[in-house]
């Protein structure tokens, strides 16, 4: 399946590269001054740049307490859902629970290096680049070489109805004022949230919303509906920060954590 997550990652870069460079013509903004948010040259806010959540939500959405049970370890954290509460149905709550119990082994992210889902890619350890035109956001992250495209067109290319359900999903966008809103499905079921194991089904929904607090923080949220999985709809939030580091870019990284997990994988308490 791995070679599936490949393909469609090498697809969706081709589409990125692509749709960008033929933007290439658009006339840029004008600098903004001083924490003034930035606007592309119709008005829009532009989020372009390299971003980083900078928190553990990775590890744990909820509140945690600190694990050196592994080579990845787990830092202690607050949590970023909603009321601290993921309300899971009582047999998807068993299945998250047995995936704690093997995370070490069996995170799709941290210890298969598959492409990390939505909206887990969001709140990776690792820096990502949001790049803007008119028609299209293109999201390129660090981890795993993970890229995905946001169609700003609207109704312009039909849900990809008969399609595998792909590991960074399908999404689409669109602006509620100056805020942008991105609707994504069809996400594979492999994906967790986190590496406590917390899941979903290929029923996963999610509306992501992000919006300027000032030029160089973003406020992200992230609704979650899965009605195979969880009994209501909840909510992920967290700011997200604007890389200033001089010359600062998103390298491109194949993780490699499969081997080395084997060796700890009896390290796990039971």
């Known amino acids: 399946m791995r070679s599936l997550g490949r393909l469609t990652l090498g697809i969706a870069a081709g589409i990125v590269l692509g749709a960008f460079t033929l933007a290439g013509g658009q006339t840029p903004a004008a600098k903004p001054a001083a924490n003034q948010v930035p606007r ?63 995370r070490l082994t069996e995170d799709p992210a941290f210890a298969k290096c598959y492409l990390p889902g939505v909206p887990r890619a969001t709140y990776m350890p690792y820096p990502f680049e949001i790049i803007q035109n008119p028609n299209m956001v293109g999201m390129r992250y660090a981890f795993a070489r993970a890229v995905r495209t946001v169609d700003l067109a609207g109704k312009s290319r039909a849900w990809l109805d008969g399609w595998p359900d792909f590991l960074m999903g399908d999404s689409r966008g669109k602006w509620d004022g100056d805020t942008l809103v991105v609707d994504v499905r069809k996400l594979d079921e492999r994906t967790w949230f986190d590496h ?46 604007r890389v200033l580091d001089r010359n600062a870019e998103i390298f491109e990284w194949d993780c490699r954590f499969d081997q080395e997990s084997e060796k700890y994988k009896d390290a796990i308490p039971k």
């Open 196 to 241: 406590a194991g917390n899941h979903h089904s290929a029923d996963l929904h999610v509306v992501e919303r992000y919006s300027f607090i000032d030029r160089d923080h973003i406020q992200y949220e992230a609704t979650i509906e899965d009605p195979t999985v969880f009994t209501r709809p909840w909510k992920i939030s967290m700011p997200l920060y």
């Open 40 to 102: 592309t040259a119709d008005g829009k806010p532009d989020f372009s740049g390299i971003w980083q959540a900078l928190n553990t939500a990775a590890w744990d959405l909820q509140d945690h307490a600190s694990s050196y049970t592994s080579f990845v370890g787990m830092p202690p954290g607050r949590g970023v859902v909603e009321g601290n509460e993921i309300p899971y149905k009582p047999e998807a709550l068993k299945q998250k629970q047995e995936n704690f119990s093997r």
